[in-house]
């Protein structure tokens, strides 16, 4: 029973530590998720408990061990932008960027937020 209890404070305890790490400093909440049946390890690094690391996807995880990983997003992503716009991020620098979603490879700029490509650009006069 009393082993049973330990990991209970110990999950209690890894929760809030992801909750209090994801909101300190950030103007946006960013997302968090415990996996408890998750084991420390990373493209074939193994990681002791209080260790951090950068997944693929941009989450920065930590090691909990024995309960489990923590992971939350890095990544302030834009909530507010034209329809025919999409957010991408960049996975080495973990920075996102609006870009036209027609051709990805055109940033969407803030003054072109009424201009939607797939009109054309013919000017009235």
């Not at 049973?4 to 400093?25: D, K």
């Not at 690094?45 to 990983?69: E, F, I, N």
């Not at 036209?100 to 650009?121: F, I, K, M, V, W």
Request: proline share 6%.
């Amino acid at each position: 029973m009393k082993m049973e209890l330990t990991r209970v404070n110990m999950v209690f305890a890894a929760a809030g530590f992801l909750l209090i790490w994801a909101s300190v400093g950030f103007a946006a909440p960013l997302e968090c998720h415990f996996d408890s049946r998750a084991v420390c390890e990373f493209e074939g690094k193994r990681y002791s408990l209080g260790d951090t690391w950068m997944d693929d996807a941009c989450m920065q995880c930590t090691c909990l061990h024995p309960v489990g990983v923590g992971c939350c997003e890095t990544v302030h992503r834009p909530v507010d932008f034209p329809a025919w716009c999409e957010v991408r991020v960049e996975p080495v620098t973990c920075k996102a960027f609006l870009v036209q979603s027609a051709d990805p490879r055109l940033p969407c700029s803030s003054d072109e937020t009424n201009r939607d490509p797939s009109h054309g650009s013919l000017q009235l006069q």
